[in-house]
């Protein structure tokens, strides 16, 4: 067991992710590829404006233990959310397992993707009995508390959102397939488009402008679009550099050009004035009397 700290609490004293099994090969709902692809696009766009990158964890299909008094129960969910937790575990290793008396810190937003063989406990119509595991939706609501619960029905692509209030979830009736959660300063909503080339709906995070958060790739792209347009917006300056230097060039041998023919119309109008002075002389008058 990693330990630091040996003063005698639930964090040092209790299991760690290191003593506890990341997996389990029976469990039902494993990942199909959409939940695989979908988790990744909400991993890839959740970036909350208030919390910096290393403040944020995300993970898919992680075990999330949660119970002190039972070391080995925990829940799976296709995907969540935690802020104001460091990134990597003790700053320094990816997490085996999310452990809630190690960090402290439960998830701020828990995202379930429906399937046949969880849908029932997905939305808290499963009951168990004494002495068994709890459901999700009542580990959610009632042991982690966990602010926002987001269900995703990829085959109807129906989005139904629930909110702590109080002692339990109240369901949020949605105008539109979007929720904002202002406490992060993101929200999430349906988006149709092509991710990993795939065009269909998916759940995706948007800023406080309505502005859908960019994957990677995306970012990328639009990274390149940018310098390809700063590029041919350097090349239009230089070009029109070009063109006002050519002018300055034209206009400076126009007035070149001018100079000289007015050079040349004085030097003609001199010399008609000498040759009329000496034929003036010529007949006996003075030309500076005239």
């Known amino acids: 067991m990693y330990q630091t700290d040996r003063s005698p609490t639930p964090k040092n004293v209790l299991p760690t992710m290191y003593d506890l099994p990341s997996e389990h090969p029976e469990d039902s709902g494993l990942p199909d590829l959409f ?22 964890f995300v993970a898919s299909d992680l075990n999330l233990y949660f119970d002190v008094r039972h070391t080995q129960w925990y829940k799976r969910p296709d995907w969540f959310g935690v802020v104001g937790v460091d990134r990597l575990y003790q700053q320094q290793e990816l997490r085996k397992s999310y452990v809630i008396w190690q960090e402290e ?19 808290g119509q499963t009951i168990r009995g004494l002495g068994q595991p709890p459901t999700k939706w009542q580990v959610y609501e009632q042991i982690l508390r966990v602010p926002y619960y987001i269900v995703f029905d990829g085959a109807t692509n129906n989005l139904r959102a629930f909110v702590l209030a109080g002692e339990g979830y109240q369901e ?16 999430l909503g349906i988006w149709q488009g092509a991710f990993e080339g795939l065009d269909r709906s998916w759940l995706r995070w948007y800023d406080a402008d309505g502005n859908w958060i960019p994957t990677p790739t995306e970012q990328e792209c639009q990274e390149k679009e940018l310098a390809q347009q700063q590029a041919e917006l350097a090349q239009q300056q230089a070009e029109q550099q070009r ?35 000496e034929r003036l002389r010529a007949l006996k008058l003075d030309p500076d009397e005239l």
């Open 243 to 277: 063109h006002e230097k050519e002018l300055a060039q034209q206009q400076a041998e126009q007035e070149r050009l001018e100079k000289e023919l007015a050079q040349q119309q004085a030097e003609q109008q001199r010399q008609r004035a000498e040759r009329l002075a």
């Open 172 to 187: 949020l009736m949605l105008t539109e397939p979007r929720v904002w959660m202002p406490e992060i300063e993101l929200g």
């Open 35 to 56: 939940h695989l692809w979908q988790s990744r696009g909400l991993e890839y766009t959740f970036k909350p404006g208030n919390y910096p990158p290393d403040r944020v």
């Open 105 to 123: 810190v439960s998830p701020f937003v828990v995202v379930e993707l429906l399937s046949p063989g969880t849908e029932n406990e997905d939305l």
